[in-house]
């Protein structure tokens, strides 16, 4: 198999400090445009992970609370380790505006989001839509505000 190298699998997930947003690069498209790839680490690696229901909810949850934070999103989608997400956006853009509108986000889904605010959650609207819990997202969402979001995926510079 020919061998590629994938920045996230150099990274030393036993050195970092979750909860954390990294900027992972910023990448130039052939025709000049830009777009940054953010890491957002909820829970810290190999020793906790989101149940999927509870990280699904959150998926669904953060794809509008974040696009109404944040102009230029593209895509925010979990990690298979389901320890956090990746956060693709348009153009040049900082880690601390990013973990500011992460933390709106997720006070919004502790404090205020209801079931019927919880968007695709119907069969036509999602690929697994009985797997959900939004009290499941609420509860982690409580732990990872009461822990503190970092700009930095080593030292703890909680915003
Ligand atoms: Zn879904």
């Known amino acids: 198999m020919?061998?590629?190298?994938?920045?996230?699998?150099?990274l030393d997930h036993t050195a970092v400090k979750a909860p954390y947003v990294r900027k992972i690069t910023i990448e130039e498209g052939p025709l000049?445009?830009?777009?940054t790839n953010?890491?957002?680490r909820l829970v810290q690696p190999n020793e906790e992970a989101i149940g999927m229901a509870g990280l699904h909810t959150i998926e669904h949850l953060l794809a509008g609370l974040l696009r109404t934070r944040?102009?230029?999103?593209?895509?925010?989608?979990p990690f298979g380790c389901q320890t956090g997400f990746h956060l693709i956006t348009w153009g040049e853009q900082d880690n601390t505006e990013i973990a500011k509108a992460l933390k709106g986000a997720l006070t919004e889904i502790a404090q205020a989001v209801t079931w019927e605010d919880v968007p695709g959650t119907t069969i036509e609207s999602c690929g697994n839509y009985k797997n959900h819990s939004l009290f499941s997202a609420k509860e982690w969402a409580k732990l990872i505000l009461s822990r503190g979001i970092s700009t930095d995926p080593f030292e703890r510079k909680v915003i």
């Open 38 to 40: 953010f890491d957002l």
């Open 70 to 77: 944040l102009t230029g999103v593209i895509d925010c989608s």
């Open 2 to 10: 020919p061998q590629v190298e994938v920045e996230s699998f150099q």
């Open 32 to 35: 000049g445009d830009k777009i």
